[in-house]
C-alpha cells in the first residue's frame, strides 16, 4: 500500500476511458522512486476493433521510487499521473480548489473548467461524474461509463516539496477500484511488469493472462472482513540451499499471510521470522556490516558487488518457488553499500508485504477468478521495446 498519508476531502467521480480488442487494453507506467472483484459490465462501453490490444511505452525516473500510471481527466482532457498501487482501493486525484494540496507535476485538476464535469447525488452526498481517457501506443483508448474517483481538496504526503504524482490508482478487488469498475468482460484480470528502469506496462482483461515456461503461480486469497488486498500465503523463505519454513512461527498460516503490492517498495516481513532470514543471511556473506540509519535497520554490508550474496526464493502457496535475481533482493544503497531489501515490522498488528522491488522484471498477473497470482521471469526493459 503506498505510504501517502493523507487526509482527503473525497467526492466520487465518474470517467469515461476506450477499449482495445479482445477486452484487453495497457496503459503508460512510469517508474518512480519512494520508499468484491465487482462487475459493472453495464457501466462500461466497449470499442471492439480486429488486431492487436494497445499498449504503451513507459518510463523510469529514480526520483520518486513508485510507479505510476498516465490518465487524462476532463474536457479538455488533463494528462496526471497516479501512482499504481494493488493496495489501495480508490482511484483518486488532487482537485482544485485546495483546502492544502502537496506539490504536483502536473497541473492540479480543476472540475470547474471541465465541459464535462457533473454532479449527482449518491450516497446521501454530492458525487461529481468526469471523463477520463486511458491511452495506449496504439491510439485505441479504453472508454468507461461512470467510474467512481476521488477527488482531493485536502492532502498531505511525506515526500515534502518534490513535486509527485497527482493521486493513487488503487487496483484491489474492491467495487471501487479501477479494475473492479471495468465490468464481466475483463473478469478483474490485471498484469504488470515493473522495469527498475527504462519501460514498463500494465495489461487489463484479455491480454493480463500470464502464461508461458517458466511461469510459477501461486493462490490468491482475499479477506473481505480485513481489507481489499491481493494475500499470498508465504511458506518459507530459502536463502542459498537453507530453507527459513514459517512453520511453527507466528507468521504461519493457511488463509494468506501476506499482502502483494505494487504501491510498497521493499517487502515487510514480522520481526519474528524476519530475524531468521536475516540470520541465515548473515551466515553466508562475508563482508563487513554496517549501520545505515535511512535504511530502516536494513542488514547492510560494504561490498562492490552482490556476488557474495545468497540467491533468495519465496516460497507460496500453490507451488510457486519464485527465485529472485539477486537486483530484487539487494539494494544498492551508495555505491560500495548494499542493503537486503527486507524490512522486519517490530509492530505485529502491521500486515507483511511483498512490494515492487521484489517485483522487478517478473511479468505479474492477478486472475481473481482462478484465485491466482503468477509470476512469469520478463526482462521488463526490453520485452515491449
Not at 32 to 59: H, K, M, W
Not at 139 to 156: D, I, K, L
Not at 277 to 284: C, M, S
Request: overall charge negative.
Amino acid at each position: 500500500m503506498f505510504a501517502l498519508f493523507l487526509q482527503i476531502i473525497i467526492t466520487c467521480f465518474l470517467f469515461t476511458v476506450t477499449a482495445s480488442s479482445r477486452h484487453g487494453f495497457t496503459a503508460d507506467l512510469l517508474h518512480r522512486r519512494l520508499s468484491s472483484y465487482s462487475s459493472s459490465s453495464s457501466l462500461v462501453s466497449i470499442n471492439t476493433q480486429l488486431g492487436s490490444s494497445p499498449y504503451a511505452d513507459t518510463f523510469y525516473d529514480s526520483s520518486l521510487f513508485v510507479y505510476v500510471m498516465k490518465l487524462q481527466i476532463g474536457t479538455p482532457p488533463i494528462e496526471i499521473e497516479a501512482i499504481l498501487d494493488t493496495g489501495s482501493e480508490l482511484l483518486w486525484i488532487q482537485c482544485l480548489p485546495c483546502l492544502n494540496c502537496y506539490n504536483q507535476k502536473a497541473p492540479i485538476f480543476d472540475p470547474s473548467k471541465s465541459s464535462s464535469f457533473k454532479e449527482k447525488r449518491c450516497h446521501g452526498h454530492s458525487c461529481p461524474y468526469e471523463t477520463v481517457t486511458i491511452h495506449s501506443t496504439s491510439g485505441e483508448p479504453f472508454v468507461m461509463a461512470e467510474t467512481t474517483f476521488g477527488c482531493g481538496h485536502n492532502n498531505s504526503w511525506f515526500g515534502g516539496d518534490k513535486p509527485s504524482a497527482s493521486g493513487v490508482v488503487g487496483l484491489d478487488w474492491i467495487s471501487s477500484s479501477l479494475v473492479s469498475q471495468m465490468g464481466e468482460n475483463y473478469l478483474g484480470l490485471l498484469s504488470y511488469c515493473l522495469a527498475g528502469k527504462g519501460t514498463s506496462k500494465i495489461n487489463f482483461g484479455g491480454n493480463a493472462i500470464v502464461a508461458g515456461d517458466g511461469t510459477v503461480s501461486a493462490t490468491m486469497f482475499i479477506k473481505p472482513k480485513e481489507s481489499g488486498n491481493f494475500y499470498l500465503n508465504l511458506d518459507a523463505i530459502s536463502v542459498g540451499e537453507n530453507r527459513v519454513e514459517t512453520l511453527g512461527t507466528p507468521f504461519q498460516a493457511l488463509d494468506g499471510n501476506i499482502v502483494i503490492d505494487s504501491g510498497t517498495l521493499y517487502t515487510y516481513l514480522p520481526e519474528s521470522y524476519c530475524n531468521k532470514v536475516k540470520e541465515a543471511v548473515e551466515d553466508v556473506v562475508t563482508a563487513d556490516r554496517i549501520q545505515v540509519e535511512v535504511m530502516q535497520n536494513m542488514l547492510c554490508y560494504n561490498s562492490d558487488t552482490t556476488d557474495m550474496f545468497p540467491v533468495i526464493t519465496f516460497h507460496f502457496s500453490g507451488g510457486a518457488d519464485l527465485v529472485l535475481d539477486k537486483y530484487n533482493m539487494y539494494v544498492e544503497y551508495v555505491p560500495g553499500t548494499f542493503c537486503l531489501a527486507i524490512v522486519c515490522n517490530s509492530d505485529p498488528t502491521k500486515r507483511a508485504f511483498f512490494g515492487s522491488r521484489a517485483q522487478n522484471n517478473l511479468l505479474v498477473g492477478y486472475d481473481p477468478s482462478s484465485q491466482l497470482v503468477s509470476f512469469k521471469p520478463t526482462d521488463c526493459s526490453a520485452l515491449w521495446s
